[in-house]
C-alpha cells in the first residue's frame, strides 16, 4: 500500500509537468504550520531558480491546475492554495482521508510494505561476558537491538540477531588462575592427568559471580598474578585441554543464567555465539592479512593501518595480534566477519554497543573492507549508545554505590508498578484470605476503562482522568496483578529507554517511567486497554461492525486521530531506515494523545447514529492495531486491562 506522502506528493508532481515545469519540484511534506493546513508543497520555490520565475507565479498555476480540470479522480484534496512567497498549501478531501484508512485495515499488516524484499541483516546486539551477570550496563545494547531486530523482521528484512558474547578473552583467563588459587587440587591443574575431565562444573553460578570479580580486583594489584592470567588465556585460546574444559563448564552454567535474565527482559536472539566461536578463522586471517601487505609489525604486535587521506582525525592502526601472539576484540570480531559471511552472506550488518567504542568498530569495518572480506557497498552500521544515569547525572548505580544488577532493576520495576496498581485499585489476596481492598467495587468484571465518563470537553485534558478512571475499578486478584506488573513494568523500563535517542545519555527515573499519564510505557499501555474496553463493551450491548466502514470525518478530534493513523507505515519504515526507535515512540504517543482527544470530544458506546457509532468502532479498532503493532517492535505488549 502507497504511503499517503507518496500519493500526495504523486499527485503534485503530475500537476507541475502538466504545467510545464520537472516533476521532482511536486515533493510533499508534512505541514509545519498545521494551524494553517496538514501537508504543503515547497517546489515552487526551487522551481522559481531554475525556470526564472516568481514563486508565487508558479504555485497559483500549479494551484489552478489542480482546482480545475486536472484536479485527481477522485477528489483528494479538500482545500489547495497558494500562499506567499510560494508554498501550496493542502488538506486532504475527508472521504479520501476515510477510503485511506479503509484500505490500510483491510490490507496485511496494515498496508505496511515489506521493503527489506528478504535481504539478510545481521544484527549484534548483545555483548553481554560470560561469567558475569547481567547489569545495567547491559541494558541499552539489549533494548536497543531487540527493537532494531523486530523492525527489520517487521519489515521484510531476513534478519538475525547474534547475541556476540565475550567469552575468549583475559576474564576466561582470570578465573582459570583464581579457580587454581582456590581449589589446586582440581584435575585442570595436575599436568600428568590424562583422563577424562569432569561433566559437572566445579563450581556454581553463584561461586564463578564471585570468582571473576575478585579475580579482576587482584590483578590490578598483582602483576604477577595479571601475568599468569593472560598467559593462561593465551594457553586456552591455543587449545590446551585442561582449560577449554573449565571453558565449557563457564560456558553451560553462564548460558543458562543469561538466556533466563535475557527472557526476562523479552529479548531474544537467533544465535547464541561468541567470540570463541571466531578461533578457527584467526589463524588464516592473520595470515591472509599478511599476505594481502595489509598487516605490518609495530613494536612486536601486527596492525594494520586504517586511516584515509579524508578522515578529518587521526585514526590509529587496528591491532590485530599481541606480541606475545595473543587475538585482541578487533581480530575476534573480524573472524567473526569471516563466520558471517561464510555462512549467512549479510546484505547489511548492524552492530549496538556503548558509544565509547566508536573507534574500536570504525577499525574493525574498515579492515574487513580494505581485505575484502566484505563488500564495498555492503552497510556496516555501528549505533553507539549514551549511558544510563541516575537522578545525580552521574552512571546508575545501587543505593551503597555499585553496579546494579539487571535482574534487582528488572524486579525493582515490576515492584513499583505493582504498588501502582495497589494503591488505584486494590488486589485480592489469594483465595480464602481477606481481601486487601484500597479502592474500587465499581462495574465488577469490568476493566478500569470502563467506567470513564466519555464526552469531556477538551482534548487537550487527553490524559487527565486516568488515575481516577483505574481507582474506579474492580479489584484485581494477586495472580493477575502480578502478571500485569509485569508486563507494565516492561513497557515502563523499555519506553523509558527507547523514547531517548539511543545516542544520547539519559536519566533513569523510576517514578516518572512507571507514571500512567504522561508520555510513559503504561500511558500507552492505558491508550490500548481503554480501547480494548470499548469494543468488549461494544460487543456485548450492540451489533457487530465488522463489515462497517470509516465513514468522513465529523469533528477536529476526529480529523486529528485519522491523519494520525495515516503516517503509520511512513513513520515506521522510515524509523528502521534510520535505525531510530526513538521514533515509533514519538509516534506512538502523538496517536495515543490523538485518541484520547477523540474519546474525551465523542460518546462512542451512547452515540445514538448507529451508523457513525459503527465507523467510529472501526476506527478506534484501527487505532488498537497500530499502537499495538508500534509496541510490538518496540519490544513490549499490552494487558487486556490494567
Request: glycine residues 10%; proline residues 4%; aromatic residues 10%.
Amino acid at each position: 500500500m502507497k504511503k499517503i506522502l507518496d500519493m500526495i506528493s504523486a499527485q503534485m508532481e503530475q500537476a507541475f509537468e502538466a504545467c510545464g515545469y520537472e516533476k521532482h519540484f511536486g515533493k510533499a511534506v508534512l505541514s509545519n504550520r498545521p494551524d494553517l493546513c496538514e501537508y504543503q508543497c515547497n517546489g515552487a520555490m526551487a522551481a522559481a531558480k531554475a525556470y526564472k520565475k516568481k514563486p508565487i507565479d508558479i504555485a497559483n498555476q500549479v494551484t489552478a491546475y489542480l482546482t480545475g480540470s486536472g484536479g485527481a479522480e477522485p477528489a483528494m484534496f479538500s482545500q489547495i492554495s497558494a500562499v506567499m512567497p510560494g508554498f501550496i498549501n493542502l488538506c486532504l478531501d475527508g472521504g479520501f482521508l476515510a477510503d485511506y484508512l479503509n484500505t490500510m485495515q483491510r490490507e496485511e499488516k496494515l498496508g505496511l510494505e515489506d521493503p527489506g524484499h528478504g535481504e539478510t541483516v545481521i544484527v549484534d546486539y548483545g555483548g553481554a561476558n560470560v561469567a558475569k551477570p547481567l547489569h545495567v550496563g547491559h541494558l541499552r545494547s539489549a533494548v536497543i537491538g531487540e527493537s532494531i531486530r523486530r523492525m527489520a523482521a517487521f519489515l521484510g528484512y531476513h534478519v538475525i540477531g547474534d547475541v556476540h558474547l565475550g567469552d575468549w578473552g583475559l576474564q576466561m583467563g582470570l578465573i582459570i588462575e583464581e579457580l587454581r588459587e582456590r581449589k589446586p587440587e582440581l584435575v585442570y591443574f595436575q599436568e600428568a592427568y590424562e583422563g577424562e575431565y569432569p561433566f559437572e562444573a566445579p563450581f556454581t553460578i553463584e561461586e564463578l559471580e564471585d570468582i571473576y570479580p575478585c579475580a579482576s580486583a587482584r590483578s590490578k594489584k598483582d602483576d604477577t598474578f595479571k601475568e599468569r592470567a593472560q598467559a593462561a588465556t593465551l594457553r586456552l585460546q591455543s587449545g590446551y585441554a585442561p582449560y577449554a574444559a573449565i571453558w565449557k563448564h563457564i560456558m553451560r552454567i553462564s548460558l543458562e543464567d543469561l538466556k533466563k535474565n535475557y527472557g526476562n527482559l523479552d529479548v531474544h536472539f537467533d544465535l547464541w555465539k561468541g567470540e570463541s566461536d571466531a578461533g578457527p578463522y584467526i589463524p588464516w586471517l592473520i595470515e591472509d592479512l599478511q599476505k594481502k601487505g595489509l598487516a605490518r609489525e609495530s613494536q612486536g604486535a601486527l596492525v594494520v593501518d586504517i586511516a584515509r587521506d579524508t578522515d578529518s582525525k587521526e585514526l590509529p592502526p587496528c591491532i590485530v595480534q599481541k606480541s606475545d601472539g595473543a587475538a585482541l576484540y578487533a581480530t575476534t570480531d573480524l573472524g567473526t566477519i569471516l563466520e558471517r559471511e561464510k555462512l549467512y552472506q549479510p546484505d547489511q550488518y548492524i552492530y549496538i554497543a556503548d558509544k565509547r567504542q566508536e573507534l574500536h568498530y570504525t577499525q574493525v569495518f574498515r579492515v574487513a573492507k580494505k581485505a575484502g572480506y566484505v563488500k564495498e557497498d555492503t552497510p556496516m552500521v555501528y549505533i553507539g549508545f549514551g549511558t544510563m544515569n541516575g537522578k545525580d547525572g552521574k552512571p546508575f548505580k545501587t543505593r551503597d554505590g555499585g553496579v546494579m544488577r539487571l535482574e534487582h532493576l528488572i524486579a525493582d520495576i515490576e515492584a513499583a508498578v505493582y504498588d501502582r496498581i495497589r494503591e488505584n485499585r486494590g488486589v485480592q489476596k489469594a483465595e480464602g484470605t481477606e481481601a486487601d481492598t484500597l479502592t474500587g467495587g465499581k462495574n465488577p468484571g469490568e476493566p478500569a476503562a470502563d467506567v470513564l465518563t466519555e464526552g469531556k470537553n477538551s482534548g487537550t485534558e487527553a490524559a487527565a482522568d486516568i488515575e481516577d478512571a483505574l481507582k474506579a475499578g474492580m479489584e484485581m486478584s494477586e495472580e493477575e496483578a502480578r502478571k500485569t506488573a509485569k508486563m507494565i513494568g516492561l513497557a515502563a523500563l523499555k519506553y523509558g529507554d527507547l523514547s531517548n535517542q539511543a545516542a544520547k545519555d539519559y536519566v533513569f527515573d523510576m517514578e516518572r517511567f512507571t507514571s500512567f499519564t504522561g508520555n510513559t510505557g503504561p500511558y500507552i499501555l492505558y491508550t490500548i486497554v481503554r480501547i480494548k474496553s470499548i469494543l468488549k463493551n461494544y460487543q456485548e450491548t450492540a451489533e457487530g461492525a465488522e463489515d462497517a466502514l470509516i465513514l468522513p470525518d465529523a469533528g477536529e478530534a476526529e480529523r486529528g486521530l485519522m491523519l494520525e493513523l495515516t503516517r503509520y507505515n511512513d513513520v515506521m519504515e522510515n524509523a528502521f531506515a534510520e535505525l531510530a526507535p526513538h521514533k515509533v515512540c514519538q509516534y506512538v504517543y502523538g496517536l495515543a494523545n490523538a485518541f484520547n482527544g477523540f474519546y474525551r470530544d465523542n460518546k462512542i458506546l451512547t452515540e445514538e447514529n448507529q451508523g457513525r457509532q459503527k465507523g467510529w468502532i472501526r476506527l478506534i479498532t484501527l487505532t488498537r492495531d497500530v499502537l499495538s503493532a508500534g509496541i510490538h517492535v518496540l519490544g513490549f505488549e499490552a494487558p487486556e486491562r490494567m
